[in-house]
């Protein structure tokens, strides 16, 4: 049972606890991060979901992401994240964002990392991701707009794509 801490909009702890897969009380959020990964010679990391997940089955997604755990803070949760998805150990990650989505009852923090680990040295996570590729950012932003792409990762990373075309 995977737990979080329930929050106010204003983020504020609502001294509630809220459970994977469980309904959330009506004005009640949980936080979740995204990270985005550039390497320093210009590419980004493209991830594919696994082909068994509930939501966007074996579609490409451009961040590492998930809940942040009872207790954790956004920024932990993200390094956590960002390792158990891809292998990524990340020191430091550039705040890119904070967006509140009343539709998924969610406070979503959005990072980039900035890697020069070798590309060949990614790790995929069982259950969660099963292949990824890394594109120059012409070819990134290309295919950020194709069907093969999770469309809300390109609704919250939008300010970031359209600042690097």
Not at 78 to 101: C, D, H, Q, Y
Request: with cysteine; proline share 2%.
């Amino acid at each position: 049972m995977e737990l979080w801490d329930g929050y106010y909009e204003d983020e504020t702890l609502a001294g509630k606890d809220l459970v994977r897969g469980q309904a959330i009380p009506k004005g009640l959020y949980h936080i979740v991060c995204d990270v985005l990964v550039y390497h320093e010679d210009g590419e980004y990391l493209l991830m594919q979901r696994d082909w068994k997940k509930e939501t966007y089955p074996g579609m490409y997604e451009s961040s590492a992401g998930g809940s942040v755990l009872k207790g954790e803070t956004p920024l932990e949760a993200a390094k956590r994240e960002l390792e158990e998805e891809t292998g990524i150990i990340a020191e430091n990650l550039e705040f890119l964002f904070r967006k509140v989505s009343e539709k998924s009852c969610a406070i979503h923090y959005g990072y980039l990392c900035k890697t020069n680990q070798r590309k060949d040295s990614v790790c995929l996570q069982k259950g969660e991701t099963i292949s990824y590729r890394w594109l120059e950012k012409e070819d990134f932003l290309k295919f950020i707009n194709t069907d093969e792409y999770v469309p809300s990762g390109r609704e919250r990373f939008k300010e970031y794509f359209d600042s690097i075309k």
